[in-house]
């Protein structure tokens, strides 16, 4: 048994938690908004100017949490300014989904080297440190998995059970289902479709605002252009291989992050494969979920279909 305790499998494990933290929350806030009936393609997009605003609102300030809360309110407020466009003017989802992340793309390089110039060296902060738990994080197997990380892993952990909390367990959840499922019937009922809409809508926007800081404020602790690179898509297959559920959400992301630390690590060997080959384990992971479970995904009556106040 002495395998439990090799390092390499340790480093695995811990790395396999941190890596589906961004993806996770991602997931999550995708989530609320599918629950309402509003398909988030705008995930990337969010992810990313979370990313951004947290990063250089460490740099300027040199404080970590003020940072981690600017990313959920930008994320916030992005979610609002998507939701005007799919759930007030009833654009089509996808699209603006797919525009908005070319806008964060854009507005995110453009206000980096605003504030930093085009030079080739990035500036860096200090990350947020993993927490000390003593003797408890030398435990094979759980001490990687369970006591080896940093405060905002544990937040995102803590929010996996709110999350589940909120929907499962709370009239605010069995609200946004009932506008998922049929906003005329839920209006009959006397809730507001379009403002259920737009609170989930901006919810997920700070959950994936959270994901995109935790990419620069606690994994790196640098921020580069489209650093997020596709965990907002990675985000939506999880989505259906967790049947929007958040305990599944959990299972599912962890199941891609074990993919991400293990092309990482698989680049280190000398195994032969082309590293970009290793690379695109991820996303390949991504594109046979889609395939598999998109017939079963279990998504909402109303999912992408727009909805006008008291016409229907």
Partial sequence: MEWLADPVLAGFIAASVR???????AALGGMFAEKSGVLNIGL???????????????HFSGNLWLG???AVLIGAIAGLGLAFYAVTLRSNQVVVGIAFNLLMLGVSAYFFRLAFGSGTASPRITPFAPIDFGPLGQIPILGPLLFQHDPLTYLSL???LGGWLVMQRSTIGLSIKAVGEHPEAAETLGLD?????????????ALAGLGGAFLSISATG?????????????ALAILILGRRHPFGVLVAALLFGAAEALQLRAQLLPSGVPLQFLIML???LTI??????????GAPAALGQPYEKGGG
Avoid: H
């Fill in 193 to 205: 479709p379009i403002a259920i809409r737009y609170a989930a809508v901006a919810v997920s926007g």
């Fill in 288 to 297: 046979v979920v889609l395939a598999v479970s998109a017939t079963r995904s």
């Fill in 222 to 234: 640098v921020f580069l252009d489209n650093m997020t690179a596709g965990r907002g898509y990675i």
């Fill in 44 to 58: 990337e997009g969010m992810m990313l100017i979370g990313c951004f605003t947290g990063f250089i609102t460490v």
């Fill in 282 to 284: 991820p996303y390949v």
């Fill in 68 to 70: 981690a809360g600017v």
């Fill in 19 to 25: 890596l589906s933290i961004p993806i996770l929350l």
């Fill in 158 to 160: 803590a929010l996996v």
